[in-house]
């Protein structure tokens, strides 16, 4: 059985390569085909064939190698994209969904048999059966054939076996050397476009680094707490971690006598079925040097494959498995270090080496491998042609590597640990434990600002002083740095959520019968986990607000005069301190009027009311509960609990949400959302002897007032501000402190949602960042609160519950009736 | 440390405190430290046993008049004021004394039943009281001092609205129910 470790890697995994079957299905619907995305697809499904099938999910491994087959098919050209083949991809993605729901027992007893008859449906009705592998694997003849047979357009796959053949003298074994050929020729056959689209080759690690990030990215996704470190990027530069660490003895001797369990990894590099049936007589190192010696005659290039697997890796004889894989697919693996067994099984140290033969260039065999997860680092070294004669060589090979391994050892760590790790795990709240104690740094340093002060009173100013003040500077720097580097670390991009929505628009495109042209924008821009886990709900809402009332059919949309197809803009940017997320449509807008008529028919306005409203006023009642203007009620929005829940999920987490929409030109809905939930900007105001926090946020503004411009309507105070009549709550009274009564008052305007309400303070104090800290458990949830934070001079402010307030106070009818009143 | 052998366990180790002239003791096993007792913000709306909140290096802790929750009349900030901050199951909180005296070893046999009351603390927040030579010490119960059992927090509530009138500094004791509504709509 496998620990809940390895199988929470293998979920975080599964959850990331069905995203990118998810997103490349997408394109390939939206831009038609495309070989690399078809390689994309294949790729992530054979991952997830070859890591499900280790695992023991048999139906998962079963429905990705049928997809796997599908995509093969496409790859070669046999079979079309069509819209038969798209909607049965997502039928077999959500079987794959509903199979790892399976695996954590949210779903039981999945069917894979209809959708695996619909895929070969699909491959049955899309083509003419091709020249099959199968036959010239029947035909158990010459290797020849089997080129003939299936594979006539891989790159030297059959001809590598012919290669191996040769080069091992097994000609007496060509029969049952042929056979293997032909089989694999199937197998090899399905890599063909690898090299292809394996990337252009360009610098030795570019793309590779660039596909590690991806991973670290993805992993990121998973569900627990994972967190990116800064700073850790993979540099690409670095050695392999396996060579730096592994003692050089052990890694020379490895290479350089060739064990029998060397040859036994010989032979187990070359499966499945493929390996020409070594001689045992032959010691390996003669074969591996004839073999490398005839590659090269044939144009094939021999490396030595350092590879490097992230210390973190929890299931290292998967990615052993998956490694080797993937190398087959572009050549042949003469041998391993340590043996393959071994490897298959996860026993090996941070690393393994790998002989390999290939027509790939270094730079390609180099991204491949590193674009694998969990490897950390890959250093592909060429086996000198001709450098020494035959047997001298592999010696001369390995002990140049031990050489080196020998050298980077003693300088070892630094290298090692560069390229070892890129992500670490850390519990946020270990994160929130580093925020508090840099919280503790930041107060000290005020306390020492006024130390300096009160030094350089004393003292003038002297080097003694300016050394001080230098300390104290450069120690506001580093606190600073600090707190912003650990705030970064608790940020994920804004792809988590933004990921599930392509798929989710097209079903409700086809359902609604409309055609929508979904653009994602700025999906890397970084968000407070937090603030990530609260977004998805008020985003899906908004989308299909836009898809449901405000994208037109398509005949629609010719007839006046738009494209075919509506578009949606969903675009996330960082302003200033914020991120702003804007979603846009080009549909049909919102109407004032109608928006105003259905207000009074749901007694949300009186008529008067209504025709009062400016129309400013008006567009904002769609975020009054209750409030929906879909003529009809479907399934997708317009059940009337919509924008009221979406803007106050929002409110929720301090950010707001704003719209603009022209009648015929579309919506454009724009949400502001704090980068972090853990600092905020507050007023802070005093009261008697106690500072008080107000969350910028709901701070509309402040203004002084004498006590005369209080009106009151029954037992409530109120005033009006320019027209407006607002309730007015001492917050002396709602707290019992002492405070301030008469003369001029500070009033503080808060709003949250449509409602305004004004609170008298003392003394406006002014803005200022602060973090957030809750009361704790034991006092839970204090009325009229909703947290706490440290001052710099260490006391502690209580941040007032703006939106609580607002809520609680009794605003629509002491307005309407001071509004009837005037 | 405190449940290893049969020679300790058979031993307490106490933090022993001054309330009002009276000692108490409080087992060690849960006291996380002693801190002098300044910067307390007080909590509008919070029960009134709580006094407030205080910064224990990042941390915001409550603060809570120990006299009042054990039905004593409020502590008087002094000279000697402390607070002793315990972690009872997951929950730090500070608990202001007039005065820590000494941390003390004493066999648990010599550890008697509480009486209903003593000294007018209610017995349900006593673990026993201990006899030594010629002093009395008095054993609080940290988990029921800390234990938001509703009943107590009625006592409590009570209790707040009968000294509501004559105490008006001290009575922001409303408990977490009451406070907000009625503030807020007047």
Redesign the interface.
């Known amino acids: 059985m496998f620990t809940d470790e390895e199988v929470a890697v293998f979920m975080e995994e599964l959850e990331e390569k069905l995203q990118v079957i998810n997103d490349n299905v997408l394109v390939l619907e939206r831009e038609g085909e495309s070989p690399a995305v078809i390689q994309e697809i294949f790729r992530a499904a054979h991952t997830i064939k070859g890591s499900s099938a280790v695992m023991g999910y048999e139906k998962m491994s079963a429905l990705t190698h049928e997809i796997e087959n599908l995509f093969d098919r496409l790859r070669q050209g046999t079979m079309q994209v069509s819209g038969q083949l798209v909607d049965t991809l997502f039928d077999a993605l959500d079987t794959l969904k509903l199979l790892k729901d399976e695996i954590t027992g949210q779903a039981a007893d999945v069917d894979v048999a209809g959708v695996v008859a619909r895929i070969r449906a699909c491959q049955l009705s899309c083509d003419a059966p091709p020249a099959g592998a199968a036959g010239a694997a029947g035909g158990g003849a010459s290797p020849a054939q089997a080129d003939a047979g299936g594979a006539a357009r891989v790159p030297g796959g059959d001809e590598l076996q012919r290669l191996l053949a040769a080069g091992l003298e097994a000609a007496g074994h060509a029969g049952g050397g042929g056979e293997g050929a032909s089989a694999d020729g199937a197998g090899v056959r399905e890599r063909g476009g690898m090299p292809a689209t394996a990337g252009d080759g360009g610098i030795f690690t570019g793309t590779g680094a660039a596909g590690m990030a991806a991973d670290g990215r993805a992993g990121l996704s998973g569900s627990v707490d994972p967190v990116r470190t800064p700073g850790t990027g993979p540099d690409a530069g670095t050695t392999g971690a396996s060579a730096g660490t592994r003692p050089a003895g052990e890694a020379g001797d490895n290479r350089v006598t060739g064990t029998p369990p060397a040859a036994e990894a010989g032979r187990n590099a070359s499966a499945p079925g493929a390996a020409p049936p070594y001689r045992t007589s032959l010691p390996l190192e003669e074969a591996a040097e004839a073999v490398v010696r005839e590659a090269e005659v044939r144009g094939y290039q021999a490396y030595w494959l350092d590879i490097g697997i992230d210390r973190g890796c929890q299931m290292k004889s998967v990615r052993a498995f998956l490694i080797f894989e993937t190398l087959q697919q572009i050549g042949e693996i003469i041998k391993s270090a340590p043996p393959a067994e071994e490897l298959q099984e996860g026993r090996y140290g941070p690393g393994f080496t790998v002989l390999l033969i290939t027509k790939e260039d270094p730079g390609q065999v180099h991204d491949l491998v590193y674009s694998i997860a969990e490897v950390s680092s890959v250093e592909v070294r060429p086996v000198q042609p001709g450098a020494a004669p035959a047997n001298g060589r592999p010696a001369a090979a390995a002990a140049a590597v031990g050489g080196r391994a020998a050298a980077k050892t003693a300088p070892a760590a630094a290298p090692a640990a560069n390229g070892g790790v890129k992500t670490v795990r850390v519990d946020v709240q270990k994160l929130d434990t580093l925020m508090?104690?840099v919280?503790?740094l930041v107060?000290d340093r005020t306390r020492l600002d006024r130390f300096v002060d009160i030094f350089e009173g004393k003292y003038g100013s002297d080097d003694l002083a300016d050394n001080i003040v230098e300390i104290s500077n450069h120690l506001g720097q580093v606190t600073n740095d600090l707190q912003e580097e650990i705030m970064k670390a608790r940020m994920l991009p804004v792809a988590t959520v933004f990921n599930r929505l392509p798929r989710m628009v097209r079903d409700l495109a086809h359902k609604m019968g409309k055609e929508i042209d979904f653009v994602i924008e700025g999906r890397e821009t970084e968000l407070d986990r937090n603030v990530i886990e609260v977004i998805g709900d008020p985003l899906i809402h908004l989308l299909r607000n836009a898809v449901d009332h405000g994208i037109e059919p398509p005949e629609e949309r010719l007839r006046l005069g738009k494209p075919r197809a509506g578009r949606v803009l969903l675009k996330a940017a960082y302003v200033e301190s914020h991120i702003v997320i804007t979603l846009s449509d080009d549909g049909k807008g919102m109407e004032p009027a109608r928006i105003r008529q259905k207000a009074v028919e749901k007694g949300l306005l009186t008529p008067e009311q209504a025709a009062r409203a400016g129309d400013r006023e008006i567009l904002d009642l769609i975020f009054t509960p209750g409030f929906s203007t879909a003529r009809q009620v479907s399934d997708i929005s317009g059940r009337g609990v919509g924008m009221d829940i979406v803007r106050s999920q929002i409110e929720q987490i301090n950010g707001s949400v704003e719209f603009t929409t022209a009648p015929g030109k579309g919506a454009t809905f724009t949400i502001k959302l704090p980068l972090t939930l853990a600092i905020i900007r507050a007023l802070m105001v005093a009261l008697g002897e106690?500072v008080y926090a107000f969350p910028l946020a709901n701070v509309v503004e402040t203004l002084a007032l004498k006590t005369e411009e209080i009106r009151r309507v029954r037992?409530?105070e109120a005033i009006v501000v320019r027209g407006r009549v607002l309730p007015l709550?001492r917050l002396t009274?709602?707290?019992?402190?002492k405070g301030r009564e008469e003369g001029r008052l500070s009033v503080v305007i808060l709003g949250s949602a449509e409602k305004k309400v004004g609170v008298v303070v003392d003394r406006l104090i002014g803005e200022q960042e602060i973090v957030i800290?809750?009361?704790?458990?034991?006092?839970?949830?204090?009325?009229?609160?909703s947290g706490?934070t440290?001052l710099g001079d260490?006391?502690?402010?209580?941040i007032v519950d703006a939106r609580?307030?607002v809520k609680?106070?009794?605003v629509e009818e002491t307005v309407y009736e001071v509004n009837r009143a005037m | 440390m405190s449940d290893g052998s049969n020679r300790e366990s058979a031993e307490l180790q106490l933090v022993v405190f001054r309330l009002k002239e009276q000692a108490y003791g409080a087992d060690i096993g849960q006291v996380l430290e002693i801190i002098r007792a300044t910067?307390i913000?007080?909590?509008?709306?919070?029960p009134s046993f709580?006094d407030?909140?205080?910064?224990l290096?990042?941390?915001?802790?409550?603060v809570i008049d120990t006299a009042r929750r054990l039905g004593l009349p409020p502590a008087v900030t002094g000279e000697g004021t402390r607070i002793i901050i315990v972690d009872v199951d997951?929950?730090?909180?500070g608990l202001i004394v007039d005065g820590v005296s000494e941390v003390l070893r004493l066999p648990a046999s010599s550890v008697r039943p509480a009486p209903a009351a003593v000294g007018g603390v209610n017995a349900a927040y006593l673990q026993g009281i201990a006899l030594l030579e010629e002093r009395l010490i008095i054993l609080v119960d940290m988990t029921r001092v800390?234990q938001?059992d509703e009943k107590l927090v009625l006592q409590e509530i009570a209790a707040a609205g009968t000294d509501r009138p004559d105490a008006p500094d001290g009575?922001?004791g409303a408990g977490?129910?009451g406070?907000?509504?009625a503030?807020?709509?007047?």
């Open positions: 508090n104690l919280g503790e107060i106690q037992r409530a709550v009274r709602l707290f019992r402190e800290k809750s009361l704790g458990g034991y006092l839970g949830q204090v009325p009229g609160l706490a440290i260490g006391r502690v402010a209580l609580g307030i609680e106070t009794g | 910067g913000t007080a909590i509008p709306g919070a709580v407030g909140v205080i910064n290096r990042g941390q915001v802790i409550p997951g929950i730090t909180a800390l938001a009575a922001q977490p129910d406070g907000p509504d503030h807020g709509t007047r």
